[in-house]
């Protein structure tokens, strides 16, 4: 899930769409085949490397994952992908919604489908539909640190502080370099120390 105060930036996906046509076009020509979203065996390697990277190399190596967890190889799915990403971005909720609902529908396997439709629910407040979302998410790719992130930010609008510090740290867990989790695992842990949850 992209949540804006979690670390995970919504619009990180939309990177590439700021590239010109003809480059995005020739740097696609170039790839190597796509193995598919978060089942593909680069994300191992990076995940080992972002447990140990600094906050300079850390952004970057998190950016590779997402750049993989965005692909997929049925180009209907991408395209609609693509569609309800710059509909996020445009706060166009329920067309987005829309969108996601129909990646699901047709790629039930891909995980960032189910991640995207959980952060429009949890904008459209539809906080059970998102913690389903961000449980399906996790069951198809369970070091999502976004969707963790996110589940973390649903938990504290419920005003479950304990639950939302567990998701915090599991995210942190996996990423470390997500600064504005890590503020926020600091402010609520002061938090529950000074009270009687």
């Known amino acids: 899930m992209a949540w804006i105060s979690g670390g995970c930036d919504p619009r990180r996906p939309l ?19 796509v193995l598919a979203d978060q089942r593909d065996p680069a994300l191992a390697p990076l995940f080992e490397r972002l447990k140990r990277a600094d906050a300079v190399e850390g952004p970057g190596i998190e950016d590779q994952i997402w ?11 991408a395209s609609l992908l693509d569609e309800g990403t710059v509909l996020m971005s445009r706060r166009r909720w329920a067309e987005a919604l829309d969108r996601f609902d129909q990646i699901v529908a047709r790629a039930p396997d891909f995980a960032e489908g ?23 998410t996790l069951l198809l790719e369970p070091r999502h640190f976004g969707a963790l ?6 938990y504290l609008r419920l005003e ?9 740290q599991a995210a942190l867990d996996l990423n470390p ?3 504005g989790v890590r503020r ?7 938090w529950l120390d000074g009270s009687d949850i």
């Open 15 to 33: 990177a590439v769409l700021r590239l010109p046509a003809v480059a995005l076009a020739l740097a696609l020509l170039a790839a190597p085949p």
């Open 67 to 77: 750049a993989i967890w965005f692909r997929y190889p049925d180009r209907v799915v």
């Open 114 to 136: 189910w991640n995207k439709r959980a952060t429009v629910r949890f904008l459209l407040d539809d906080l059970e539909g998102s913690v389903a979302d961000i449980q399906r």
């Open 149 to 154: 992130a996110g589940l973390g930010q649903v």
């Open 160 to 168: 479950r502080p304990a639950a939302a510090l567990r998701a915090f």
């Open 177 to 179: 370099a997500m600064a």
């Open 184 to 190: 926020q695992v600091e402010e609520l842990r002061a």
